[in-house]
């Protein structure tokens, strides 16, 4: 049984920094791409990042290049968000995910998601 487990999550004033960890357990983890999406009160799931299975590529959405980071550490199992320059509209529950194809954004072609860490940006 494939698990993922985020971390890192809380409040941070507009600026700031935060790390989110996301475990995995349960499955070939270096075989898949891993993404992290997001979800805001009242809006729908949208992408982040994602990091294809070496952690030699990958891909971010416009509104977090430049400020966030992914990237994945396959002896730990574990893949990584660092978010620098963090702003309000960044204020979600983030979610990681896995998935057999690389650079997707879709939802539906992630096959296992984490329960959510919350991250909370104040002006």
């Known amino acids: 049984q494939v698990q993922l487990v985020e971390s890192g999550g809380g409040l941070v004033q507009a600026g700031g920094s935060l790390r989110l960890s996301c475990a995995a357990s349960?499955?070939?983890?270096?075989?898949?791409?891993m993404a992290w999406f997001r979800q805001a009160p009242g809006k729908e799931r949208e992408f982040v990042a994602a990091i294809n299975w070496s952690g030699g590529s990958t891909y971010y959405s416009d509104s977090v290049k430049g400020r966030f980071t992914i990237s994945r550490d396959d002896a730990k199992n574990t893949v990584f968000l660092q978010m620098n320059s963090l702003k309000p509209e960044d204020t979600a529950v983030y979610y990681c995910?896995?998935?057999?194809?690389?650079?997707?954004?879709?939802?539906?072609?992630?096959?296992?998601w984490g329960q959510g860490t919350q991250v909370t940006v104040s002006s």
């Open positions: 349960g499955g070939a983890f270096s075989y898949y791409a």
């Open positions: 995910a896995r998935s057999p194809h690389y650079g997707t954004t879709m939802i539906r072609q992630y096959d296992y």
